[in-house]
Protein backbone atom coordinates (compact mmCIF):
# COMPACT_ATOMS: atom_id res chain seq x y z
CA UNK A 1 0.00 0.00 0.00
CA UNK A 2 3.43 2.28 0.85
CA UNK A 3 3.19 2.95 -3.56
CA UNK A 4 -0.40 3.63 -3.99
CA UNK A 5 0.14 6.08 -1.24
CA UNK A 6 3.36 7.55 -2.83
CA UNK A 7 0.91 7.87 -5.56
CA UNK A 8 -1.39 9.84 -4.44
CA UNK A 9 0.95 12.40 -2.91
CA UNK A 10 2.51 11.14 -0.08
CA UNK A 11 6.51 10.35 0.49
CA UNK A 12 7.46 6.71 1.12
CA UNK A 13 8.48 8.15 5.15
CA UNK A 14 4.96 9.75 5.12
CA UNK A 15 3.35 6.95 3.98
CA UNK A 16 5.37 4.52 6.50
CA UNK A 17 4.21 6.49 9.54
CA UNK A 18 0.56 6.55 8.32
CA UNK A 19 0.32 3.29 7.80
CA UNK A 20 2.07 2.39 11.08
CA UNK A 21 -0.19 4.74 13.25
CA UNK A 22 -3.46 3.33 11.42
CA UNK A 23 -2.31 0.02 12.54
CA UNK A 24 -1.83 0.73 16.24
CA UNK A 25 -5.01 2.67 16.63
CA UNK A 26 -2.76 5.34 18.76
CA UNK A 27 0.53 4.97 19.50
CA UNK A 28 3.74 7.62 20.86
CA UNK A 29 6.13 8.71 18.62
CA UNK A 30 8.45 5.69 20.08
CA UNK A 31 5.66 2.81 19.13
CA UNK A 32 5.18 4.72 15.41
CA UNK A 33 9.06 4.52 14.90
CA UNK A 34 9.02 1.42 15.79
CA UNK A 35 6.42 -0.11 13.71
CA UNK A 36 7.33 1.90 10.99
CA UNK A 37 10.60 1.46 11.07
CA UNK A 38 11.86 5.08 10.86
CA UNK A 39 13.85 7.04 13.67
CA UNK A 40 12.11 9.12 16.15
CA UNK A 41 13.10 12.28 15.02
CA UNK A 42 12.05 11.66 11.35
CA UNK A 43 8.85 10.52 12.65
CA UNK A 44 8.51 14.00 14.27
CA UNK A 45 8.40 16.20 11.56
CA UNK A 46 6.35 12.90 9.58
CA UNK A 47 3.33 13.65 12.00
CA UNK A 48 3.45 17.44 11.83
CA UNK A 49 3.34 16.85 7.74
CA UNK A 50 0.83 14.29 8.43
CA UNK A 51 -1.37 16.96 10.32
CA UNK A 52 -1.10 19.80 8.46
CA UNK A 53 -2.43 17.25 6.23
CA UNK A 54 -5.65 16.43 7.84
CA UNK A 55 -4.30 12.57 8.32
CA UNK A 56 -3.50 12.34 11.24
CA UNK A 57 -3.52 13.91 15.02
CA UNK A 58 -2.50 14.33 18.76
CA UNK A 59 -4.84 13.03 21.51
CA UNK A 60 -3.70 13.53 25.16
CA UNK A 61 -4.26 10.90 27.51
CA UNK A 62 -3.43 11.84 31.01
CA UNK A 63 0.11 13.41 31.38
CA UNK A 64 1.06 11.46 27.92
CA UNK A 65 0.37 12.24 24.42
CA UNK A 66 -0.37 9.65 21.86
CA UNK A 67 -1.07 10.14 18.06
CA UNK A 68 -3.93 8.76 15.77
CA UNK A 69 -4.43 8.56 12.56
CA UNK A 70 -7.97 9.86 10.38
CA UNK A 71 -9.92 7.80 8.65
CA UNK A 72 -9.02 6.76 5.23
CA UNK A 73 -11.52 8.70 4.18
CA UNK A 74 -9.65 11.61 5.10
CA UNK A 75 -7.05 11.38 2.22
CA UNK A 76 -9.79 11.71 -0.56
CA UNK A 77 -10.43 15.11 1.03
CA UNK A 78 -6.87 15.83 1.32
CA UNK A 79 -6.58 14.85 -2.22
CA UNK A 80 -9.61 17.58 -3.43
CA UNK A 81 -8.19 19.90 -1.34
CA UNK A 82 -4.61 19.79 -2.92
CA UNK A 83 -6.49 19.75 -6.26
CA UNK A 84 -8.57 22.59 -5.55
CA UNK A 85 -5.49 24.45 -4.30
CA UNK A 86 -3.64 23.55 -7.79
CA UNK A 87 -6.85 24.89 -9.75
CA UNK A 88 -6.00 28.37 -8.03
CA UNK A 89 -2.62 28.14 -8.43
CA UNK A 90 -3.04 27.46 -12.64
CA UNK A 91 -5.53 30.83 -12.00
CA UNK A 92 -3.33 32.73 -10.85
CA UNK A 93 -0.43 31.89 -12.80
CA UNK A 94 -2.70 32.38 -16.05
CA UNK A 95 -3.05 35.86 -15.04
CA UNK A 96 0.47 36.86 -14.56
CA UNK A 97 1.32 34.76 -17.80
CA UNK A 98 1.80 37.71 -20.19
CA UNK A 99 4.18 38.94 -17.87
CA UNK A 100 6.44 35.92 -17.66
CA UNK A 101 6.25 35.68 -21.77
CA UNK A 102 7.66 39.50 -22.03
CA UNK A 103 10.56 37.88 -19.71
CA UNK A 104 11.13 35.26 -22.47
CA UNK A 105 11.58 37.79 -24.88
CA UNK A 106 14.13 39.70 -23.58
CA UNK A 107 17.10 38.71 -26.04
CA UNK A 108 19.31 41.51 -27.56
CA UNK A 109 17.19 42.14 -30.93
CA UNK A 110 13.81 40.72 -30.18
CA UNK A 111 11.07 42.59 -29.56
CA UNK A 112 9.85 42.51 -26.32
CA UNK A 113 6.01 41.10 -26.79
CA UNK A 114 2.76 41.25 -24.30
CA UNK A 115 -0.40 39.85 -25.23
CA UNK A 116 -3.65 40.70 -23.62
CA UNK A 117 -7.41 39.86 -23.99
CA UNK A 118 -10.38 41.40 -22.53
CA UNK A 119 -11.18 44.81 -20.69
CA UNK A 120 -8.30 44.62 -19.03
CA UNK A 121 -6.37 45.51 -22.69
CA UNK A 122 -6.90 49.09 -22.57
CA UNK A 123 -6.10 49.27 -18.96
CA UNK A 124 -2.74 47.36 -19.67
CA UNK A 125 -1.73 49.71 -22.40
CA UNK A 126 -2.65 52.90 -20.55
CA UNK A 127 0.05 51.56 -17.51
CA UNK A 128 2.41 50.90 -19.57
CA UNK A 129 1.72 54.36 -21.46
CA UNK A 130 2.89 56.00 -17.80
CA UNK A 131 5.04 53.88 -17.01
CA UNK A 132 7.04 54.36 -20.23
CA UNK A 133 7.81 57.87 -19.20
CA UNK A 134 7.15 59.50 -22.42
CA UNK A 135 6.85 62.94 -23.32
CA UNK A 136 4.85 62.59 -26.54
CA UNK A 137 1.60 60.09 -27.33
CA UNK A 138 0.59 59.37 -30.89
CA UNK A 139 -2.92 57.65 -31.33
CA UNK A 140 -4.98 56.59 -34.26
CA UNK A 141 -8.67 55.60 -33.22
CA UNK A 142 -12.09 55.21 -34.74
CA UNK A 143 -14.22 57.60 -32.45
CA UNK A 144 -17.51 55.97 -32.99
CA UNK A 145 -15.81 52.70 -32.10
CA UNK A 146 -13.73 53.34 -29.19
CA UNK A 147 -16.98 54.38 -27.06
CA UNK A 148 -17.95 50.69 -26.59
CA UNK A 149 -14.65 49.50 -24.77
CA UNK A 150 -13.38 52.65 -23.05
CA UNK A 151 -16.11 54.18 -20.67
CA UNK A 152 -16.18 57.75 -20.00
CA UNK A 153 -14.34 57.86 -16.47
CA UNK A 154 -11.53 55.70 -18.58
CA UNK A 155 -11.06 58.37 -20.47
CA UNK A 156 -11.45 61.04 -17.76
CA UNK A 157 -8.55 58.92 -15.61
CA UNK A 158 -6.58 58.84 -18.67
CA UNK A 159 -6.71 62.59 -19.71
CA UNK A 160 -6.39 63.48 -16.31
CA UNK A 161 -3.30 61.85 -15.97
CA UNK A 162 -1.72 62.85 -19.11
CA UNK A 163 -2.07 66.48 -18.09
CA UNK A 164 -0.90 66.16 -14.99
CA UNK A 165 2.26 64.53 -16.06
CA UNK A 166 2.53 67.32 -19.27
CA UNK A 167 2.42 64.78 -21.65
CA UNK A 168 1.75 65.93 -25.42
CA UNK A 169 -0.81 64.15 -27.47
CA UNK A 170 -1.70 63.99 -31.19
CA UNK A 171 -4.06 61.94 -32.59
CA UNK A 172 -5.30 61.26 -36.36
CA UNK A 173 -9.02 59.74 -35.58
CA UNK A 174 -12.38 58.85 -37.82
CA UNK A 175 -15.78 60.04 -36.58
CA UNK A 176 -19.10 59.10 -38.89
CA UNK A 177 -20.32 63.16 -37.90
CA UNK A 178 -17.20 64.38 -39.78
CA UNK A 179 -14.33 66.36 -37.37
CA UNK A 180 -14.35 67.31 -33.33
CA UNK A 181 -14.71 71.30 -32.73
CA UNK A 182 -11.95 71.48 -30.85
CA UNK A 183 -8.80 69.03 -29.62
CA UNK A 184 -8.44 68.22 -25.55
CA UNK A 185 -5.81 70.14 -23.77
CA UNK A 186 -2.54 70.04 -24.80
CA UNK A 187 -3.31 67.73 -27.67
CA UNK A 188 -4.05 67.98 -31.17
CA UNK A 189 -5.73 65.77 -33.30
CA UNK A 190 -6.72 65.58 -36.81
CA UNK A 191 -9.41 64.11 -38.61
CA UNK A 192 -9.28 61.44 -41.69
CA UNK A 193 -12.07 60.38 -44.03
CA UNK A 194 -13.06 56.92 -42.84
CA UNK A 195 -13.80 56.43 -46.28
CA UNK A 196 -10.48 57.15 -47.46
CA UNK A 197 -8.57 55.50 -43.77
CA UNK A 198 -11.12 53.11 -42.58
CA UNK A 199 -9.79 52.45 -38.88
CA UNK A 200 -11.33 49.51 -37.03
CA UNK A 201 -8.41 49.03 -34.34
CA UNK A 202 -6.75 51.77 -32.28
CA UNK A 203 -3.13 51.93 -32.10
CA UNK A 204 -1.36 54.11 -29.37
CA UNK A 205 2.83 54.85 -30.32
CA UNK A 206 4.86 56.29 -27.43
CA UNK A 207 8.80 56.34 -26.81
CA UNK A 208 9.89 52.86 -28.16
CA UNK A 209 7.09 51.25 -27.72
CA UNK A 210 3.42 50.49 -29.63
CA UNK A 211 -0.29 49.34 -27.86
CA UNK A 212 -2.21 48.12 -30.91
CA UNK A 213 -6.19 46.81 -29.59
CA UNK A 214 -8.90 45.97 -31.77
CA UNK A 215 -12.49 47.37 -31.27
CA UNK A 216 -14.61 45.16 -32.83
CA UNK A 217 -16.00 41.52 -31.20
CA UNK A 218 -13.28 39.80 -29.15
CA UNK A 219 -11.24 42.81 -27.60
CA UNK A 220 -7.45 41.77 -27.91
CA UNK A 221 -4.27 43.60 -27.85
CA UNK A 222 -0.54 43.62 -28.12
CA UNK A 223 1.84 45.92 -26.29
CA UNK A 224 5.36 45.82 -28.47
CA UNK A 225 8.59 47.60 -27.26
CA UNK A 226 11.10 47.74 -30.80
CA UNK A 227 13.04 51.05 -31.60
CA UNK A 228 12.31 49.29 -35.28
CA UNK A 229 9.09 48.91 -35.19
CA UNK A 230 7.81 52.09 -33.46
CA UNK A 231 9.73 54.56 -35.55
CA UNK A 232 7.92 52.44 -38.51
CA UNK A 233 4.71 53.61 -37.32
CA UNK A 234 5.77 57.03 -36.62
CA UNK A 235 6.60 57.38 -40.05
CA UNK A 236 3.24 56.20 -40.56
CA UNK A 237 1.75 58.43 -38.54
CA UNK A 238 3.76 61.39 -39.60
CA UNK A 239 2.02 60.69 -43.55
CA UNK A 240 -1.60 60.48 -42.25
CA UNK A 241 -0.81 63.42 -40.30
CA UNK A 242 -0.23 65.40 -43.53
CA UNK A 243 -3.44 64.06 -45.06
CA UNK A 244 -5.36 64.79 -41.90
CA UNK A 245 -7.86 68.04 -41.45
CA UNK A 246 -6.76 70.49 -39.27
CA UNK A 247 -10.02 72.33 -37.25
CA UNK A 248 -10.11 75.52 -35.45
CA UNK A 249 -12.91 77.07 -34.62
CA UNK A 250 -15.26 74.59 -36.15
CA UNK A 251 -13.07 75.39 -39.68
CA UNK A 252 -10.52 73.42 -41.53
CA UNK A 253 -7.15 75.23 -41.69
CA UNK A 254 -5.87 75.97 -45.39
CA UNK A 255 -3.78 72.83 -46.88
CA UNK A 256 -0.44 74.91 -46.78
CA UNK A 257 -0.90 74.68 -43.02
CA UNK A 258 -1.48 70.92 -42.80
CA UNK A 259 2.11 70.12 -42.56
CA UNK A 260 3.50 68.08 -39.45
CA UNK A 261 4.84 70.99 -37.34
Known amino acids: MI ?7 LSEKEARVYLAALELGKGTVQDIAKKAGVNRTTVYV ?11 KQVKIGKRSFFVAE ?22 MRKILPELKTLFNVAPGRPKIRFYEGTEVYKKIA ?11 LEIYNADLIRDVI ?9 KKRLARGIFYRALY ?25 VSGNIFIYGNRVGMASLKGSIIGVIIESDEISETLKSLFGLGWESGKKRKNGKE ?9
Open 127 to 137: EDIFEADTREI
Open 71 to 92: NPDAIISMLHKEKNGIEDRERE
Open 3 to 9: NELKQNG
Open 253 to 261: YPDDDLLVE
Open 174 to 198: TRKEGPFRTPPEKAEERFLSKEEFP
Open 151 to 159: SDEESKEFY
Open 46 to 56: MITVLEKRGLM
